[in-house]
Each structure stands twice: as C-alpha cells, then as structure tokens.
C-alpha cells in the first residue's frame, strides 16, 4: 500500500493500526475486498457527481485502473501511494473540500 520512498513512521503507524483489529477482521476485509462486485458501470452512468483521487505512487494501482468508468467525474492525482489520508491528509482534505464547494455551490 506504500510507496518504496513512503516515510517509515507513517509504515510502522499502519502496522500499528493494523495490529489491532481481529483475525475476523482482517480475514473479511480481504474477502470484502476480493469478492466484491464490479460497479464499473454504475460508476460510469450514474448521475450523481463523483470525486476519485488516485495516488501516483500506488505501487499496486495505474491511473487507468484508478480512473475506470470515472471519465464524466473529477479525477485528481496526488504525489503518494495508495494511503494518501495518513500520507498527505492536508491535501487530501483540501482537494476534497474545493470539490465539494465547487460542486455544490458552497452549500455543503
């Protein structure tokens, strides 16, 4: 989930995290994750606007994966890996909040 150049501190922090939810846990977010259905489609017809920021560094993701069926909806890259929330999360907030401005006209 990290990139190679990803600080330690912030590695050793999602270790952490991670060592504190159950086998039960971990063992059904995999399946979750494995299992779950394609929403490629709903994704690319539906009418509600939609925000997908993909981190460059994702060393198990490409853009074009990231951005699949999101062609009419905003697509934003950030210089990190796939946990740009723990990486950069002042970016992330302040990407997130401008598309929500923008999008709902300050009414959010």
């Known amino acids: 989930?990290?990139?190679?150049?990803?600080?330690?501190?912030?590695?050793?922090?999602?270790?952490?995290?991670?060592?504190?939810?159950?086998?039960?846990?971990?063992?059904?977010?995999?399946?979750?994750?494995?299992?779950?259905?394609?929403?490629?489609?709903?994704?690319?017809?539906?009418?509600?606007?939609?925000?997908?920021?993909?981190g460059e560094k994702d060393p198990n993701m490409d853009e074009a994966r990231a951005f699949l069926g999101a062609e009419r909806h905003t697509c934003r890259k950030l210089p990190?890996?796939?946990?740009?929330?723990?990486e950069a999360p002042e970016e992330e907030a302040r990407l997130i909040n401008a598309w929500l401005k923008e999008e709902f006209h300050g009414t959010v």
């Open 1 to 54: 989930m990290f990139a190679k150049d990803s600080a330690e501190a912030l590695i050793e922090r999602a270790k952490q995290i991670g060592y504190k939810m159950s086998k039960e846990g971990i063992i059904s977010a995999q399946l979750a994750i494995r299992d779950r259905a394609d929403e490629t489609d709903t994704v690319r017809h539906t009418g509600l606007p939609g925000l997908f920021l993909y």
């Open 80 to 86: 990190v890996s796939h946990m740009g929330m723990m």
